[in-house]
């Protein structure tokens, strides 16, 4: 079972033609979350997700988070650091990378867009949005808080795949993909003590 955040009155969600599960818990909040006032929930809600750790993909094993939502949803810092890196590379998309001030460091990956102080902190030049590659990226320096704005929920680098936020997790500042680790409780958790939790069918999201 995956885990699902909305604000109340919030936009529309995700549309998918797979078969969701019957019910899911739904958590009126107020987007970022911020816990403790050191983490943020990466994406704006309305949002769903689940464990897929390790789940069969072509090619590969899935070694992150997926979160989706609807295109063009904020994404956030989770955490206080500096984004030190910018691409745009084929699969990926346009990708993010955080050093968190935790030690940790987070990838954003399959954005629409970057947020534009983002971009004009990293002087992105106007080929940037072309065609993906491995080489297309750039390096910089942007300092966050938790919550603070930094891009948005897409599909880039994946084609017709539903909008989501493909959320990976490295142990330190390496970025070694070998050493990714699954944050997913961590980001459930995130979602739970919310008072005025309501538990609502959940009929239109990407499984």
């Not at 403790?36 to 309305?46: C, D, E, H």
């Not at 065609?131 to 390096?139: H, I, S």
């Not at 939790?197 to 959940?202: A, C, D, G, I, Q």
Request: charge should be positive; aromatic fraction near 12%; proline fraction near 5%.
């Amino acid at each position: 079972m995956g885990t699902v955040c909305e604000v109340k009155g919030g936009a529309n969600r995700a549309s998918s033609g797979t078969t969701p599960a019957s019910s899911e818990a739904v958590i009126p909040v107020t987007r970022p979350l911020v816990k403790n006032g050191s983490y943020a929930f990466p994406v704006a809600s309305p949002f769903y997700f689940k464990d897929t750790w390790n789940a069969a993909r072509t090619g590969h094993v899935h070694k992150g988070v997926d979160i989706f939502a609807i295109k063009t949803t904020r994404v956030y810092a989770i955490t206080a650091g500096v984004i030190t890196l910018l691409a745009n590379w084929k699969g990926a998309g346009l990708t993010i990378r955080l050093k968190g001030s935790d030690g940790r460091g987070y990838e954003y990956m399959h954005l629409d867009d970057f947020e534009a102080s983002l971009k004009a902190a990293f002087g992105l030049p106007q080929d940037f949005y072309d065609q993906p590659d491995l080489k297309t990226r750039k390096w910089g320096r942007y300092d966050v808080s938790a919550g603070k704005p930094i891009g948005f929920v897409g599909s880039s680098g994946v084609g017709n795949c539903a909008p989501h936020l493909h959320f990976q997790v490295f142990p330190n500042h390496r970025f070694i993909l070998d050493e990714r680790i699954n944050l997913y409780a961590f980001l459930a958790e995130l979602c739970t003590g919310i008072k005025d939790t309501v538990v609502k069918s959940v009929t239109s999201y990407v499984l």
